[in-house]
């Protein structure tokens, strides 16, 4: 058993160093889309479907409150999950997030999307929604060719990881936000890090 533990544990940090080296740019890029979008007034709007959406409102708490050290709230939002309705009609289920991304976001704001697998239905509908209201998007995907990766223009950012197990993906996921969160920190308050 502890050989399969040490297993997992280089699995985990394979995965890292190989993302770190395809994804330097673009978390660098991400981070600036939405630096750039606060600073002009926008908002970050957060989602993602299954167990990516618990990221959604992880980053979106962590913009709203702080990362590691205090600093002014950042307005940031995570879509609505939950698609119990008492309207039986499936395609407003399957429309949910796209409803909210009309409803509460503009031009002037950033949706960032978590995708496992970008196939997700949910997510596809919400990105075509923030491209038709002339929205940034920052993707977080994996390498494939997903149909969610397709509707990204140049103004996106998509972060996609080199990874398939879902576990591995989740968890640099998880690490990859919180390098947004921390560049978006030291961009916006450079000094709060001198603390």
């Known amino acids: 058993m502890q050989e399969h ?59 709203l409150d702080q990362f590691e050290t205090e600093r002014p709230c950042l307005p940031a939002l995570a879509l609505q999950n939950d698609i119990s309705s008492l309207h039986p009609n499936n395609h407003i289920n399957q429309d949910y997030l796209a409803r909210q991304v009309r409803a509460l976001g503009s031009a ?29 998007v920052v993707a977080l995907t994996i390498d494939n060719d997903s149909d969610l990766a397709g509707l990204l223009n140049q103004q996106d950012v998509e972060l996609k990881v080199p990874a398939h197990r879902p576990a591995r993906v989740f968890e640099c996921y998880t690490f ?20």
């Open 108 to 136: 002037a704001d950033v949706l960032l999307v978590i995708s496992l697998t970008g196939s997700e239905q949910s997510l596809i509908k919400a990105v075509e929604a923030a491209v038709t209201s002339d929205m940034k």
């Open 5 to 63: 533990i040490r297993q997992l544990f280089s699995e985990n940090i394979q995965t890292m160093i190989a993302t770190s080296e395809a994804l330097a740019q673009p978390i660098e890029n991400s981070a600036l889309v939405i630096v750039n979008t606060l600073i002009n007034g926008g908002k970050v709007l957060c989602c993602g479907a299954g167990a990516s959406h618990g990221l959604a409102g992880h980053f979106a708490q962590l913009l």
């Open 176 to 195: 990859l936000l919180h390098c947004i969160c921390e560049l978006i920190d030291t961009t916006l308050f450079p000094q709060q890090g001198e603390l």
